[in-house]
């Protein structure tokens, strides 16, 4: 009986032991990278992300103002102290050149606010002493408009949420409560539902056309296998710029294409098949397609080829035999497969840019539009958070479903 | 098998302290000046106008750089003091804003050159002119033999039928929409400012977008001239010259009612070769030295004084070549700083739908 | 995947059905590559067929360059380096996350391949911004770095997936026939799982040679990599020099992969049979 404890015992106590080395072994494991891309990218990342919201450096340009806004209550016109605050933010704020900068951020909220500030400022050498109420309203009347009182203060917070409240086409009105953006600026929303769908419309284009080509390579001799493999390789390594640019080659109206069609007389007008959503999903496809052949064929040439045929000799069709026996144990690769094509489509832009029309840009477009051609990186990191919440998202509900991460031991 | 493993490893092993050794041969920091433009055939001919000749007359070593106009590189190389480049090509609204907003040093005239010697609107607080460039429109006169000759009848699609191709921009969009609804030259902008105004932009637009092909790059009009996609674009005017040059083909180009607009060089705020950059500014607004640029790149040159050194043959395709200016439209910076983003994301939502 | 002499009907039209599909996605894949080879022999300079005529000019303009050779030195450079640190630090995490679990595991895979699920331009300017902080903008170990996350993601996915399948009991066999852990992961795991560690390096490789949104903000004149000098200029012009440039890169990995495939079956003649032997 004691002897049997013991034995209990020591066994548990070994057992905690290899639990404890096994914790160890991981942890050592996965540290080097966390480590490396907690310093390299989550903090930057993080900082950049932050800027969706962070407000901060508007309370040290207009320091002054802010305080005396602080006490407004919101209604009428401010008092004289306010209008004194924005002359003596501007008169150190003008010439350091930081004026512009609030300016475009109120801008941003409120059309004309720029050129507002930047009028006062530059007027501001002559306007003499206070009291200064009169002066500003004279230098121009929106000064006299509560509206713009409304957004200076608003834009005199610490935190801000205009950027991510616009990227889900939502604005705050004049009286603070947050209602829609005007239709003709409303934007957004639709190009969020868009990027979803051709990002799930290539997905599954080329999973259909993955699926075949990857089970042939799986189960042909190693001479075809490695042709395929040679070709599949030869694509993927072609830079990504140069196969898009040899779609619109292929698909322009005096492309190969449309060339060979009209010169076997099925057509008489060259058909649309680039700068349009036809050419968005042939070139995405195209591009993203290795990204599903490999990890597909990765995991069916580990599959040996005598469970279909067991299934077969149990009497199954070959139909039956591939659905039920087969399909299931290329899930890991399916889901690889799509998590990667899938989630990669979000974020793609270069390749909708260049073959796409207007009508084709998903929200990277847009983020890169902000990035770029506005410098407004508060708008390009907000649109970044919602992508960013899609992408996860649908990676968390995903993800679990095909059961991707989810490895157990044993 | 064993053996291969354990080579691996130690291939993999070798690679990674090789990779280590390269990574940490420290940058050289203390830098030549280095001037950025837009590469391409407009930076190589830079390099035979400007550059080459200044190493050889002064002694400075020049980096090139290329980039495609992302002020963001400007704007975090000012916000975080890493400044890596000197000398900046921007265009006009860029630089009047970075300007304002500190991105860029003022500019001390006094050691680049009299003002007089340039033409209006050359000799900024920021910078400095070193080419004009107009937008015009163009179409392929060995197709169309006789051609529209105005905005108006650009948009003929009865006449002409088949594409139009257009930049994807609200700036100079907006405007052309106007002149082509009738709008006379000095009131655009007048116009522009007004709701009313920006409405009947979009409205003549929304006449013809079932005909237009948007574009980005400044090539891209003339393949897609040449690919049969468009029968006529809003194109850049030296872009069809140089095309119409090199590979022997007949794009006009229509000079009515071009939008035209000026490329500045700029120094980039807290750039620690400020001297040698002003040295090389002032090197590229003598007229002889832009002469040399002009005489292969069909854009308008900004020291006076640069057209008697011009090609006859060359000379009728610039834009600031006699005539080509009084039928033309000058950008309107501050109108665009000003409305820019309001107008830009109207076009954007328009464009989108 | 031969056709069975006893193959019914239904399976032989299945069987030359499946063939030609098969065939028809392999051409969608190579047919645009193949398209802009000739176009690289084109006399002028405007992309589409036909041909106004055969010429070398543009593989001239690539080689009196210069730039072009350097390009593909920092691409290799940075390339090769990153994906070694991809692959390395991606498979030994891989393994880690396959031996435990625990909660939030999930959402630590998440954050550890987020780099592919957020958006380019958003990474670049992000590492742009802290790289200037730290002074590792223009320079390699900036862009080494920045491609090592951003290939990482692919290693850990292909890995995870050919992990997942793995028989443990091999593991356990090996430690408990006194096998230290490193041998019993080179020998016993690393061969199972090499498909997935090729595949994903690959991934990681290829990401980093084609990389162009993060290198245009964090890449000096010094470190221009092949996709930069590519994208150099084409705000203005669309220069045939690219095709040339991408149909010597076509030939060059086709050669090098035609020679490999060659070794591989030399290789395999030759030990034939001192495999049947052993």
């Known amino acids: 009986m004691a002897l049997q404890d013991v034995a209990d015992k020591s066994l548990h106590d070994k057992l905690r032991r290899a639990e404890r080395r096994k914790k160890i072994e991981a942890v050592s494991l996965i540290g080097p990278l966390l480590l490396l891309m907690v310093i390299f990218y989550f903090i930057p990342i993080g900082m950049m992300l932050y800027r969706s919201i962070d407000n901060s450096q508007m309370r040290e340009i207009l320091p002054e103002t802010a305080k005396a806004l602080a006490h407004w209550n919101g209604q009428g016109l401010p008092d004289e102290s306010a209008y004194a605050a924005v002359v003596a933010d501007m008169k150190v704020a003008y010439p350091a050149r930081t004026l512009a900068g609030a300016g475009r951020r109120l801008n941003f909220d409120k059309v004309g606010f720029y050129s507002l500030l930047l009028k006062t400022g530059r007027k501001l050498k002559k306007i003499g002493g206070p009291p200064y109420k009169e002066k500003l309203i004279e230098i121009d009347s929106k000064w006299g408009d509560p509206k713009y009182w409304t957004v200076m203060k608003r834009g005199l917070k610490n935190i801000t949420l205009i950027y991510l409240l616009r990227a889900v086409d939502l604005r705050y009105d004049d009286t603070n409560s947050i209602v829609g953006v005007p239709e003709e600026q409303a934007i957004y929303k639709s190009i969020i539902q868009r990027t979803v769908y051709i990002s799930l419309s290539v997905t599954i284009l080329c999973l259909l056309i993955g699926y075949p080509l990857a089970y042939f390579m799986a189960t042909s001799s190693a001479s075809v296998r490695n042709l395929l493999m040679i070709g599949l390789l030869l694509v993927f390594w072609t830079s990504l710029l140069v196969r898009t640019l040899s779609w619109i080659l292929v698909l322009q109206d005096k492309g190969v294409v449309n060339s060979f069609l009209l010169s076997l007389g099925i057509i008489s007008h060259p058909l649309p098949l680039v700068f349009n959503r036809i050419g968005v999903y042939v070139a995405m496809t195209h591009v993203l397609l290795p990204f599903m052949v490999l990890p597909l064929y990765s995991v069916m040439a580990g599959i040996p080829s005598y469970y279909v045929r067991a299934a077969r000799s149990l009497g199954a069709t070959p139909i039956a035999a591939f659905f039920k026996v087969y399909t299931p144990m290329t899930l890991p690769g399916i889901g690889a497969g799509c998590l990667m094509v899938f989630i990669q489509a979000l974020g793609y832009y270069i390749t909708p840019a260049l073959v796409g029309g207007p009508k084709d840009q998903m929200v990277s477009y847009f983020v890169a539009f902000f990035v770029n051609e506005r410098v407004n990186w508060s708008m390009a990191s907000a649109l970044g958070v919602v992508l960013l919440l899609m992408t996860g998202s649908f990676y968390l509900i995903f993800g679990k479903r095909v059961n991707i991460t989810n490895m157990k031991l044993g | 098998m064993k053996n291969g493993l354990l080579k691996g490893c130690l291939w993999s092993l070798t690679a990674l302290a090789a990779c280590a050794c390269i990574a940490t041969v420290p940058s050289a920091h203390a830098r030549d000046l280095t001037i950025v433009g837009w590469g391409g055939t407009t930076q190589a001919a830079h390099k035979v106008a400007y550059f080459d000749p200044f190493v050889k007359e002064t002694g400075i070593k020049i980096v090139e750089d290329s980039w495609s106009g992302e002020m963001a590189k400007i704007r975090g190389m000012v916000e975080t003091g890493d400044i890596t480049w000197d000398v900046v090509q921007v265009e006009a609204p860029e630089m009047y804003q970075g300007c304002e907003e500190g991105l860029f040093e003022q500019l001390d005239w006094s050691k680049i050159t009299d003002k007089k010697n340039l033409v209006d609107g050359a000799a900024a607080d920021c910078g400095a002119g070193i080419l004009i460039w107009s937008t015009v429109f163009s179409y392929d006169a060995d197709v169309i033999k006789n051609g529209p000759k105005t905005w108006a009848e650009f948009w003929d699609v009865k006449k002409w039928p088949g594409k139009r191709g257009m930049r994807r921009g609200a700036k100079m969009t907006l405007e052309i929409a106007l002149l082509a609804d009738g709008v006379p030259r000095k009131d655009v902008y007048k116009v522009l400012a007004t709701k009313k105004g920006v409405d009947r932009a979009f409205k003549k637009l929304d006449e013809l977008k079932p005909y237009i092909v948007w574009w980005k790059a400044g090539a891209e009009p003339q393949q897609r001239l040449a690919a049969g996609d468009v029968v006529m674009s809003m194109a850049y005017n030296a872009w069809v010259t140089r095309i119409n040059k090199e590979e022997k083909r007949n794009f006009a180009i229509i000079w009515d009612g071009n939008l035209y607009s000026m490329d500045f060089w700029t120094i980039v705020k807290g750039s620690p070769n400020v001297d040698k950059a002003l040295k090389f500014i002032a090197f590229s607004m003598r007229p002889d030295r832009q002469a040399v640029f002009f005489n292969k790149i069909a854009y308008g040159w900004t020291a006076k004084g640069t057209g008697k050194y011009i090609d006859k043959n060359m000379l009728p395709l610039l834009p600031t070549a006699e005539g080509h200016l009084d039928n033309a439209l000058l950008t309107n910076v501050e109108f665009w700083l000003d409305n820019g983003e309001s107008l830009e994301q109207r076009f954007q939502a328009w464009v989108a739908k | ?278």
Request: aromatic letters at 10%; glycine letters at 6%; proline letters at 6%.
């Open chain 3, 1 to 278: 995947m031969a056709l069975p002499a006893h193959a019914t009907t239904g399976e032989r039209i299945w069987y030359y059905t499946f063939r030609v599909l098969v065939a028809v996605v392999f051409i969608y894949l190579i047919f645009p590559i193949l398209t802009i080879i000739p176009l690289s022999f084109n006399s002028g300079e405007f992309l589409h067929y036909p041909l106004q005529g055969v010429s070398l000019r543009w593989y001239h303009d690539v080689i009196a360059s210069g730039q072009w050779a350097v390009a593909v030195k920092n691409s290799l450079i940075v390339g090769v380096c990153s994906m070694v640190l991809a692959t390395v630090l991606g498979t030994t995490a891989a393994v880690g996350l396959n031996r435990v679990n625990f909660p939030g595991k999930q959402l630590l895979v998440a954050f550890l391949i987020s780099p592919m699920m957020i958006p380019l331009v958003i990474s670049a300017l992000a590492l742009y911004l802290f790289f200037a902080k730290i002074g590792l903008n223009d320079t390699y170990l900036g862009i080494i770095l920045a491609h090592t996350i951003l290939g990482m993601p692919f290693v850990l996915i292909t890995v995870s997936a050919t992990l997942q399948g793995f028989d443990y009991t091999l593991v356990n066999a090996g430690a408990s026939l006194g096998a230290a852990p490193l041998p019993v992961f080179f020998r016993i795991v690393m061969p199972l799982i090499l498909p997935g560690i090729v595949s994903g390096a690959m991934f990681a490789f290829a990401t980093s040679l084609d990389e162009v949104v993060v290198v245009l903000f964090i890449a000096g004149p010094a470190h221009r990599t092949l996709p930069l000098q590519m994208f150099s200029g084409i705000r203005e012009h669309l220069s045939p020099t690219i095709l040339a440039v991408a149909t010597m890169l076509i030939v060059f990995a086709g050669l090098l992969m035609l020679t490999l495939e060659f070794l591989r079956k030399r290789n395999e003649k030759l030990n034939a049979p001192a495999n049947i032997a052993a």
